[in-house]
């Protein structure tokens, strides 16, 4: 039977679709390779395939990992206050990782709880959190430079068509990432199995939410902040970015470690900019994405302490 707690776990998917429509559409959008249609379909399709073939895999990466046994309350209170800390920031145009947000809320639940919480998985989660973005910025360092002297042997037309079809693959690559790591987290915090028909038919609902959230919601504001608003860089170096990021996203999942592609991305962006030489950078924005990463899951982590505590 699908868990009662499925109801806010949608919202939160929902939220998700809207905070990550820069990842999920905004590239290809901004790119003009596909109409809006277009690029929701493709996000559809990433978001499926990754949450069908590799979500699974996130199912225990709360409860189960970082706790050995959570009780319905804690879930419950973590799913509430993962989407009151994600509405909160997204409101303010600002990218927030929801997954430190979960993680952060999950932990302030089960420690007012009680409940045992496994260090060793928790330090595993927090050092990848860290780990994430370097690893990306150095994997988008070396990727970006083999393309840039790749596409220099080109002409024009060709270029151009590479690019174009790098945006589809990457903005593919990414969906599908997400749709394994950030949409299974969700899912398997709610529900904890993908068996029967009932579960891949709310796992296939949560995809098309995700994508909502983005086609409603998503069409700026956040999607501002990857791009023109921190760093301006080529269309071989937003497809280094993306490539890599998806990379490390699914290198996390394989470990169930829950992953926010906004660390990988400013990791890569910086690395991108290295390998070009790009100084101009809009400091503002990579401090608020940075500050983010300890805010947002320290805010979840009070929120729900307290709320357990009630």
Do not use: H
Not at 82 to 97: M, Y
Not at 125 to 154: C, E, H, I, K, Q
Not at 169 to 184: E, R
Not at 220 to 241: A, H, K, Y
Request: some cysteine.
């Amino acid at each position: 039977m699908v868990s009662t707690l499925l109801a806010p776990a949608a919202a939160l998917t929902f939220l998700f679709g809207w905070n990550n429509s820069a990842f999920l559409i905004g590239n290809i959008r901004g790119s003009g390779t596909l109409t809006l249609r277009g690029a929701l379909l493709t996000a559809v399709v990433g978001l499926l395939a990754g949450v069908f073939v590799d979500g699974p895999k996130m199912l225990k990466s709360l409860d189960g990992f970082l706790s050995p046994s959570a009780s319905f309350t804690t879930l419950e209170i973590t799913l509430v206050a993962s989407i009151l800390v994600t509405l909160v920031f997204t409101a303010f145009n600002l990218p927030v990782s929801f997954t430190a947000a979960m993680v952060g809320a999950f932990l302030g639940a089960t420690y007012q709880s009680g409940f045992p919480i496994n260090p060793g998985q928790t330090e595993l989660v927090v050092s990848f959190w860290f780990v994430a973005p370097l690893l990306t910025g150095v994997l988008t360092f070396l990727v970006y430079d083999g393309v840039a002297r790749l596409v220099s042997n080109f002409g024009i037309l060709t270029v151009d068509s590479i690019n174009r079809v790098g945006v589809v693959v990457s903005s593919l690559a990414v969906s599908y990432s997400l749709g394994a790591n950030n949409i299974g987290l969700i899912y398997g915090t709610a529900n904890g199995t993908f068996a029967g028909l009932d579960d891949w038919a709310a796992i296939a609902g949560f995809a098309l939410l995700a994508v909502l959230g983005t086609a409603l919601l998503g069409r700026g504001g956040v999607t501002g902040t990857v791009g023109d608003r921190m760093l301006v860089l080529s269309p071989q170096g937003v497809l280094s970015v993306f490539v890599t990021s998806a990379l490390v996203i699914w290198i996390g999942t394989q470990f169930a470690v829950p992953i926010s592609i906004g660390q990988c991305v400013l990791g890569g962006m910086f690395g991108a900019a290295y390998a070009k030489s790009v100084t101009v950078v809009n400091k503002k924005i990579a401090v608020e994405t940075v500050s983010g990463w300890v805010v947002v899951p320290v805010a979840a982590f009070i929120l729900a302490y307290f709320a357990s505590a009630v």
